[in-house]
């Protein structure tokens, strides 16, 4: 299997939203954030799929050797060597992709945060420097567009943290921030428990609000001339505000459920968007 095939592979396999914005790429441009997102893959794995806390430190570790070694042109896994020939054309930072793994390592750190501020460093680590990163491999002509996908990253990640309270919760691990949820009357045995409640539901009105209002403030920020290389971005981004509309319609049941939406509709939303250029 060739390192394009085992990214293709673990991209397929997560069965995330990202895959489907990715269809509509030239097949270089297609390749470099295929890589990119197996690499966001691997290390997001070590974290969640290790039960030694030991162990998975040492394998971040490692992973920042790889890094080291890929940006010294010596790469040996599989995800790192389908990089490398991206990294000039792109111009792909080390420091944001060495912040990635920082932001793994946070999961390991804390499974708390006291408030907002705390909150939106962690997301810039694992997603808002990955939203730059994709932006540079969509093409980016100005520091506008890299502006533009470090704030969509964010919104990306609030939503994400809406959708999996209750499996992050069963997980050990509240990302909601603590003086949010004493604002709106939630304890975190209320989440550990799944207890669903008018509360609840406020203080989850209060956190799509936020996240919709981030993916509006990201989009003014993306230039006109950037917008056709941005679609990839876009596409994510009307899947997953679809996703928050779901959740509101639900009424912001994710304590119990995963809410999710079917391929087949993920599909329509990313070709709406690309045919609306």
Partial sequence: MSP????QQKTAQSGSSFYYSFLFLAPERRRAITALYAFCREVDDTVDDCTDES?????????RNEIAALFEGAPSHPVTKALQPHLQAYRLDQKYMLAIIDGMEMD????????????QRYCWHVASVVGIL?????????????AYAEKLGHAFQ?????????????????????NEMQQFGVTAADLLS??????????????VARAQSTYDEAFA?????????????LMMAAIYRTLLSEVERDGYHVLA??????????????WKTYIRG
């Avoid at 162990?55 to 992973?63: D, E, F, G, H, N």
């Avoid at 943290?161 to 921030?177: F, H, M, Q, T």
């Avoid at 459920?257 to 990313?270: E, H, M």
Wanted: hydrophobic content about 40%.
């Fill in 55 to 63: 162990v998975a430190r040492i394998k971040l570790s490692w992973w």
């Fill in 257 to 270: 459920q995963r809410i999710s939406l079917t391929p087949l509709r993920k599909l329509w939303l990313v």
């Fill in 194 to 207: 799944a207890r669903h409640s008018e509360n609840f539901e406020n203080l989850m009105r209060f956190q």
């Fill in 134 to 146: 994709s932006a540079s491999i969509f093409g980016a002509s100005s520091q506008a567009t890299l």
């Fill in 4 to 7: 394009d095939e085992y990214c």
């Fill in 158 to 178: 609030l939503t994400n943290i809406i959708r999996d309270v209750g499996e992050d919760a069963r997980k050990g691990r509240i990302y909601l921030p603590i």
């Fill in 108 to 119: 390991l750190n804390q499974t708390r945060y006291l408030d907002y501020p705390a909150l």
């Fill in 221 to 233: 920020l993306l230039p006109g001339a950037d917008r056709r290389a941005q679609r990839p971005g």
